[in-house]
């Protein structure tokens, strides 16, 4: 019951394959379901095109009322704290909160804050990205049809990746098999339970999807960033185009995206014929409305009937 | 007749029965008319998150279409007045605009700016905030069936506020009885034919509703803020867990929010059963819709056969 | 055919009858014929209050759903390229994106970039701003009921314009006779082949239209602006109350606004019976859904039976 979606550890392999056949059924044409009105906003504290762009896009497709919220223009900038933010916005009568937010598990003290509001994990620190997570899945199950035996790899900053530790776990449980490469030192001991450290050149021919992460540049401090420049990155720890070549015929390069074009991948990579880079992007919308679904049901939002969410009066 | 609604200086006692009884029966599921299409813009030239969402809320529950407007990235940053802003907004067809500024009285010059557009005024320097006045008054009609003999406490920052003084105001008018306490050099001389300053452990026990002002930490100056810590104030000043002990058995506390937890207000006590505060918020939907409906049909907004807003010809 | 609208070499004057004809129907009440969703997002890479709202109201008039983007909370502030940010809307499913940005002709590297989005251009840096000129077109034949033989006289900042080139352009062709003046300095060459530099005392008098530019004073460098003091441009280069007496009896005056009162224009004399300042931004709107009728139409949006946009697929 997704009464709130904040983590990957909340999705068994069984819910991950009915989400994954709802947002294909989205994907495919499957009309939405008349229902009552649902209020959500988005609360996004760390900038975004994809994911805020993709969660507005698949609320409205959903038939949500969406209301607009800017962190920077909001009493936040009066200190007020994220918990009574929350609660204010559930008093008005909001739904469901989508949020980023750089602090991990910044999510943790608001499921208590209010039982009418549910909350929406759209990326916490270098914690979680469930919604991530499940569009990279659904685009694998989409290329591949299943999950058994796939060999994947995961390959750069793993160290401050919200999905690679969620991915990895999850494909785990579905089947696959995963192995790692990047700079070595990224490779930190959590990841091992999972699978191996290869070097890029031995990792590359072996996979059928090669995950490549974002270089969060903007998260080096100055002396990790000193030591690497993008062109030395991209020789050593990027997929060049001679490296590319070496891929399986069948097999497909992922990215959650923005890419850092020729650091982690060879810029004209991006639009070439093995990457699903875009079609991630695509069917996130897809994903998210499948999610915001499970949620809308667990919580009986917009059901004819429900009894709808109510201030607790005191007398 | 609410063509524009600015100030609490407008609103008789009759009008304000007729707005509580409105909005009393939106929050209870009274359907909202049919009408035609009517546009809303909310510019907000000081940050809120409360009274915006709240405000943003109303108008889809009314079925309004809400333009959005960011002021930080309008063309008063190229130094465009807001007289010109309104007159743009009214060529373009916007019907409503709900409007905070820092300016006292701003919305002054805007009445006469554009024949086709209301103005809503969400608060304005340390004027009017009638918005939070009149669920401010729909919370304790809610609570307490009426005004007559009511005892009031009004505590806090009285000269920065722009809801005691209208609060005070019509609330005298409705027949309550108005006590004032905080810093006693807040209590300036317009607040004395309200009522009585008391010392705080006085009026605690002596009324049925305890009204706590924010204390604007933002607006003091470096002179008077370094002779309060958030510590001091609220043993002086603050309702602390010991105070509210000596509050009468069914009087309730309120408070226009942001709380400063520990400061205006012991912080277990925002959520105590005898708190208002998130009621307050979500009875502010309720009354923000009666009040854009009471300008929508004092201008006749949406009525099927209404003279169109029209630009006016020269020949 | 408008598969993209961004720039006023697109506009042969056929189509600018078309496009008038259709906006003027919007005006007096055309109903927007019924058709499937279509997504649009304005992006604003520059601030501006008219343009954007006009076409945030045009889109809602026109019953398209409008995703929001904020440039300065998307990717490109960690560094990605409008290119990708294109490509990423498109894959999202966003069908129209509505662009101003301070670089000249930055679209043109966008066309290539989706096959399945449209973009319509709000205004390049100092290239075009085919909205403007089109509203400006409809303004004029609104008033006179055609083009030739008008004389036009087009005044002020024409360097750093993106109006004044399109209008003086497109107006010859459709048989109008065009006048320019203001600082001499700032009448370039290219604008020869269109008519002739007149001091403005001459000018004012033989016009039928008087366009003024506004003086982008924002643009000016350090060195250029301590030139000119507001009160010497306007006693230069400004319609002055003295000079506007001098206008013919039934000549209107025009300006794309924000007016920077007492510059270019006595401020009384931007809201003056021969003003139609204000009737520019209100014929906006229905000029803009012309427009972005015309770019659903050559692309099919929202046709009953046209094909969805879609994802190419690899095999």
Same mark, same amino acid.
């Given at each position: 019951?997704?009464?709130?979606?904040?983590?990957?550890?909340?999705?068994?392999?069984?819910?991950?394959?009915?989400?994954?056949?709802?947002?294909?059924?989205?994907?495919?044409?499957?009309?939405?379901?008349?229902?009552?009105?649902?209020?959500?906003?988005?609360?996004?504290?760390?900038?975004?095109?994809?994911?805020?762009?993709?969660?507005?896009?698949?609320?409205?497709?959903?038939?949500?009322?969406?209301?607009?919220?800017?962190?920077?223009?909001?009493?936040?900038?009066?200190?007020?704290?994220?918990?009574?933010?929350?609660?204010?916005?559930?008093?008005?009568?909001?739904?469901?909160?989508?949020?980023?937010?750089?602090?991990?598990?910044?999510?943790?003290?608001?499921?208590?804050?209010?039982?009418?509001?549910?909350?929406?994990?759209?990326?916490?620190?270098?914690?979680?990205?469930?919604?991530?997570?499940?569009?990279?899945?659904?685009?694998?199950?989409?290329?591949?049809?299943?999950?058994?035996?796939?060999?994947?790899?995961?390959?750069?900053?793993?160290?401050?990746?919200?999905?690679?530790?969620? /991915?990895?776990? !999850? @494909?785990?449980?579905?089947?696959?098999?995963? $192995?790692?490469?990047?700079?070595?030192?990224? *490779? +930190?001991? %959590?990841?091992?339970?999972?699978?191996?450290?290869?070097?890029?050149?031995?990792?590359?021919?072996?996979? /059928?999807?090669? !995950? @490549?992460?974002?270089?969060?540049?903007?998260? $080096?401090?100055?002396?990790?960033?000193?030591? *690497? +420049?993008? %062109?030395?990155?991209?020789?050593?720890?990027?997929?060049?185009?001679?490296?590319?070549?070496?891929?399986?015929?069948?097999?497909?390069?992922?990215?959650?995206?923005?890419?850092?074009?020729?650091?982690?991948?060879?810029?004209?990579?991006?639009?070439?014929?093995?990457?699903?880079?875009?079609?991630?992007?695509?069917?996130?919308?897809?994903?998210?409305?499948?999610?915001?679904?499970?949620?809308?049901?667990?919580?009986?939002?917009?059901?004819?009937?429900?009894?709808?969410?109510?201030?607790?009066?005191?007398?």
């Amino acid at each position: 019951m997704f009464t709130n979606f904040v983590s990957a550890h909340q999705v068994s392999p069984a819910d991950a394959m009915q989400l994954i056949d709802r947002a294909e059924g989205f994907k495919h044409g499957t009309p939405v379901p008349a229902h009552g009105p649902v209020y959500a906003a988005n609360l996004f504290f760390e900038n975004s095109t994809r994911t805020h762009t993709s969660f507005e896009m698949a609320e409205r497709k959903l038939g949500l009322t969406v209301i607009p919220f800017d962190p920077s223009h909001s009493s936040v900038t009066k200190g007020e704290t994220l918990e009574d933010t929350i609660k204010t916005l559930a008093a008005i009568g909001i739904n469901i909160a989508v949020m980023r937010h750089p602090a991990d598990a910044y999510y943790e003290p608001l499921l208590a804050a209010s039982p009418t509001l549910a909350i929406v994990n759209a990326g916490d620190g270098a914690g979680q990205h469930p919604s991530q997570m499940m569009l990279d899945l659904m685009t694998i199950h989409e290329e591949f049809g299943g999950f058994t035996g796939l060999n994947i790899g995961i390959v750069g900053d793993l160290s401050h990746s919200r999905v690679a530790h969620s /991915d990895a776990e !999850m @494909l785990t449980k579905l089947g696959a098999n995963i $192995f790692f490469s990047g700079p070595e030192k990224w *490779f +930190s001991p %959590e990841y091992k339970q999972f699978g191996p450290y290869l070097p890029l050149a031995e990792l590359v021919p072996k996979v /059928d999807v090669l !995950m @490549l992460l974002r270089v969060q540049l903007e998260r $080096f401090n100055a002396d990790e960033s000193g030591a *690497f +420049s993008k %062109e030395s990155y991209h020789q050593k720890y990027g997929v060049t185009d001679a490296l590319a070549q070496t891929m399986k015929s069948r097999a497909i390069i992922m990215h959650p995206a923005p890419v850092n074009r020729d650091v982690e991948l060879a810029s004209d990579l991006v639009e070439a014929p093995q990457s699903r880079i875009f079609m991630q992007m695509h069917n996130g919308v897809f994903m998210r409305m499948a999610m915001l679904e499970a949620v809308m049901h667990a919580r009986r939002f917009g059901e004819v009937g429900a009894a709808a969410p109510a201030m607790s009066e005191r007398r």
